[in-house]
């Protein structure tokens, strides 16, 4: 393990940040740490660069505990939220911040200074100053600031948060892709789950000041072991007694099921459904256009579940009796979350 | 029609102001010059070289260099200490750096008169140590830089707090030191409202009357500032030299502003 935190504990005044926090990174990984705000994870990541000093538990890096060593000593790049660019600075003198401290010759600065400018893609922009930036070139100043003193370690809180949707998309690639490049071990913190799985090669998934789960967000997406993972990707729907929905088979002291909208099938009463028979009726109470489907409201009993439909299917009204068929969801023991397929899949197989 | 009733009230209003302003500022500014020079020239430059107006300039020049001073560095230490850090007993402080300027100078006087003073536990040792503070240029500095105390410190909260700390921890975290931390990312930063605050510390300390009337104890030539000279002429009865001495306030006052004004127009430009 490159970087480890051993029972990490924190809090401020009477909220818990960190809850005996261990966990391990390999080196060379990218590592996304994700929760809802005010999960702990961006303390985490203030912890391991020295802003924060944990009350318990150990932070090695390298082999070596770091707790007593001061930020400015760890070797560890650090992009903000929000930047913070250096603003009575131009993009060249923010670059070479870090360098001019270390006294490096002035050449040599120059040089790696020029040699990030190129990196990032922002070759005559040297004399601007951040104001004078979009919200992407901002971005990509602060990162070649936190690499231009070679880190080991790379951390970045919420990196495309403050961009707007369409430049985010286009980032996420490039920040990943330079990660790559480059090979320095990088931790991201992110409340994006969409962010999350996209870029990260290892997730952390945060909650309460705990970790819930790690792994790679496929593993985790699939096979969240939680009842907090397992609700926390997508648009998931919890329901009460998921007995009134057929042929799932019964699991001991179940406390509810959670479901997300690619498990559910909608279909008109008209349509074409294989498995029929197990499906219950539900009425639809409010449909969205969201641009690549069209996302439904449906009440089953006391249950609203959210499913999605393709455009190329005939439209559904409000009001409609619809059939509703769940392919699979996940049972929740306690905190605990396992995944039940629905019965008549496996029949369908056996008969096939 | 509407555009004719706005425009109206915008003639009104500008109006109005401009009458205040004369009444109130420019009749005034123009009394005081005029009065000084009714004697015509010679008698105001009299008044003006009079051995005890030229103790009292200097007087005034050294208690407000030396509040400035003073000031500049509360006011630094305290603003960044209120910004940049979380203790406790933050909100007392801010609040207590408030209380020159609630408080009346002259109950600011007073107590310092009662602290170091006769009636004072600490006079003894005072007189042992041969330090005096009342009737003396120590009260009178100590009076000045005590009415004057809030003003760089109020100009710095603001900017310091817009600005957060996250510049700082950026530099921090590249292995800046403290000091080049406060030279190249923080003092820029708060260059203007620091320059401002200064211009505003020394016009106030310039012109403090009232807590210094009380510890002064107006001695002619040791203990005068201007704004008591000033009094003491007028007391008298000499109301030429009165209004010559106070042109020199005014004069100075004049520079103060004309320096506030470029200090401004400068920082809105930087911005």
């Known amino acids: 393990m490159y970087v480890e935190l051993k029972n990490i504990n924190k809090s401020f005044g009477d909220f818990k940040a960190s809850d005996n926090i261990s966990f391990g990174i390999e080196k060379g990984k990218l590592i996304g740490l994700l929760g809802p705000s005010g999960s702990g994870k961006t303390t985490i990541l203030r912890m391991i660069a020295g802003l924060e000093t944990p009350d318990s538990g150990e932070i090695i890096i390298d082999g070596k505990v770091i707790n007593n060593i001061p930020a400015s000593k760890r070797e560890i790049g650090f992009v903000f939220q929000n930047y913070a660019l250096f603003r009575y600075m131009t993009v060249y003198e923010n670059i070479a911040f870090g360098l001019r401290v270390r006294k490096n010759d002035k050449k040599s600065i120059d040089k790696r ?31 070649a600031r936190a690499l231009a003193p070679n880190p080991q370690l790379l951390l970045l809180d919420e990196p495309f948060a403050a961009i707007d949707a369409k430049v985010r998309q286009e980032l996420r690639s490039w920040l990943k892709e330079m990660i790559l490049k480059l090979g320095v071990t990088s931790i991201f913190v992110t409340h994006d789950q969409d962010e999350a799985i ?34 926390f990707f997508g648009q998931t729907s919890i329901i009460g007694d998921y007995t009134r929905f057929k042929t799932f088979s019964k699991v001991e002291n179940a406390s509810s099921a959670i479901v997300r909208p690619e498990f559910i099938k909608i279909t008109k009463k008209g349509e074409v459904q294989k498995f029929r028979s197990s499906a219950v009726s539900g009425i639809v109470e409010r449909t ?19 499913a999605r439909r ?37 029949e369908n197989s056996i008969v096939i | 029609m509407k555009n004719e009733g706005s425009k109206i009230v915008k003639w009104l209003l500008i109006g109005i102001s401009l009458l205040f302003a004369f009444l109130f500022l420019l009749l ?22 009079d051995e005890y107006t030229i103790s009292a300039i200097w007087l005034t020049v050294e208690a407000t260099v030396i509040a400035v001073l003073i000031n500049t560095i509360f006011g630094l230490f305290a603003a960044w200490s209120v910004t940049k850090f979380y203790f406790r007993g933050k909100k007392l402080m801010t609040t207590m750096i408030d209380i020159p300027v609630t408080v009346s100078p002259i109950i600011a006087g007073l107590i310092f008169l009662l602290t170091f003073g006769r009636q004072s536990p600490i006079y003894p040792y005072l007189q042992a140590a041969n330090i005096q503070i009342v009737f003396a240029v120590p009260g009178i500095v100590l009076a000045t830089v005590f009415v004057t105390f809030p003003f760089i410190s109020r100009e710095l909260i603001p900017v310091l707090e817009s600005q957060g700390t996250d510049e700082e921890e950026a530099a921090a ?14 003092f820029p930063h708060i260059k203007w409202a620091f320059l401002y605050g200064i211009v505003l510390c020394a016009a106030r300390a310039m012109g403090e009357f009232g807590a210094v009337s009380v510890l002064s104890g107006h001695l002619r030539g040791k203990t005068n500032t201007l704004p008591l000279h000033v009094e003491i002429l007028f007391n008298e009865f000499r109301y030429v030299p009165a209004f010559a001495v106070s042109s020199i306030l005014v004069m100075m006052a004049v520079v103060i502003l004309i320096i506030r004004s470029v200090v401004e127009y400068r920082g809105k430009g930087a911005e």
């Open chain 1, 113 to 143: 200074v020029k040699e990030l400018i190129n990196l990032v893609g922002l070759e005559g922009m040297e004399k601007r100053y951040p104001s004078q930036l979009s919200g992407g070139q901002k971005q990509r100043v602060a990162f």
């Open chain 1, 198 to 231: 996209e870029v990260a090669d290892e997730l952390i998934i945060t909650n309460n000041g705990k970790i819930e789960q790690t792994g790679t967000p496929l593993e985790i997406y699939q096979n969240p072991e939680t009842a907090f993972t397992a609700s």
């Open chain 1, 288 to 306: 969205l256009f969201r641009g690549s489907n069209i996302e439904l409201t449906v009440r089953v009993g006391d249950v609203l579940l959210t």
């Open chain 1, 310 to 346: 393709a455009l190329d299917e005939p439209i559904i009204s409000v009001g409609e009796t619809v059939d509703v068929f769940i392919y699979r969801l996940f049972v929740t023991v306690g905190n605990k979350a396992r995944i039940i397929e629905n019965e008549s899949l496996r």
């Open chain 2, 28 to 49: 005034p500014l123009f009394t005081v010059i005029s009065e000084a020079l009714r004697n015509g020239w010679a008698a105001y430059k009299e008044a003006v070289t």
């Open chain 2, 173 to 186: 975290l590249m292995g800046a030191s403290g000091l080049t931390i406060f030279r190249r990312v923080t």
